[in-house]
């Protein structure tokens, strides 16, 4: 089943315009990416998205705070830029 899962992924990341771009990675290994405002096949606009990508990805090993909080800040959309190593 999970091949399966697999190859839906591949066949729907292919129809779609979203485009990420990757902004940063934290100290925990975590990656951002942001995915600019864009139009799907529809014709309906999509708003910008803000992701990150569990360098833990399993539910069970998620605790809070493994997300650094100014990274959570951006995530959220309380800070526009993304945080800097400085």
Not at 1 to 22: P, Q, T
Request: net charge positive.
């Amino acid at each position: 089943m999970s091949w399966w899962r697999g190859v839906l992924r591949s066949v729907w990341s292919a129809l779609s315009k979203e485009v990420r771009e990757h902004v940063g990675t934290d100290h925990l290994g975590n990656k951002y990416y942001y995915v600019a405002e864009y139009k799907n096949w529809r014709g309906q606009t999509i708003r910008e998205k803000r992701i990150v990508e569990a360098a833990n990805r399993k539910e069970v090993d998620y605790e809070a705070g493994d997300i650094p909080t100014e990274w959570e800040a951006w995530i959220r959309r309380t800070r526009k830029t993304p945080p800097t190593m400085e």
